[in-house]
């Protein structure tokens, strides 16, 4: 199996950067790692997503042009810098892994993070 374990979340003022950090262990068998999004009394969204030996990458168009995802494969970590940030972009945070072709699709991710907390304030 694998692990994902985030970081990189607090408090920004809108306007501010961000960046997040998704760091993979133990069985690396996913071709792709995505990043969503949970506000709170709303449904999960997709963020972004990175094929993990390529570099095929797809974005949500609320993000686009600001949001920018990457990996290190060194590091085995996948990275989410986001600028410009806005008070809407306030959710938890997380990052998964899945096998096969890559996808914007929640259900196709087999391996998920816990999750970290972006807030930003007007």
């Known amino acids: 199996q694998v692990q994902l374990v985030e970081s990189g979340g607090g408090l920004v003022q809108a306007g501010g950067s961000l960046r997040l950090s998704c760091a993979a262990s133990g069985r690396t068998l996913t071709t792709y790692v995505g990043w969503f999004r949970q506000a709170s009394g709303k449904e999960r969204e997709f963020v972004a997503t990175?094929?993990?030996?390529?570099?095929?990458?797809y974005y949500a168009e609320t993000v686009k042009g600001r949001f920018t995802i990457s990996r290190d494969n060194a590091k085995n970590t996948v990275y989410l810098q986001m600028n410009s940030l806005k008070p809407e972009d306030t959710a938890v945070y997380r990052c998964?892994?899945?096998?096969?072709?890559?996808?914007?699709?929640?259900?196709?991710?087999?391996?998920w993070g816990q999750g970290t907390q972006v807030t930003v304030s007007s």
């Open positions: 998964a892994a899945g096998p096969g072709r890559i996808t914007t699709w929640a259900s196709h991710y087999v391996y």
């Open positions: 990175i094929g993990w030996s390529g570099d095929s990458t």
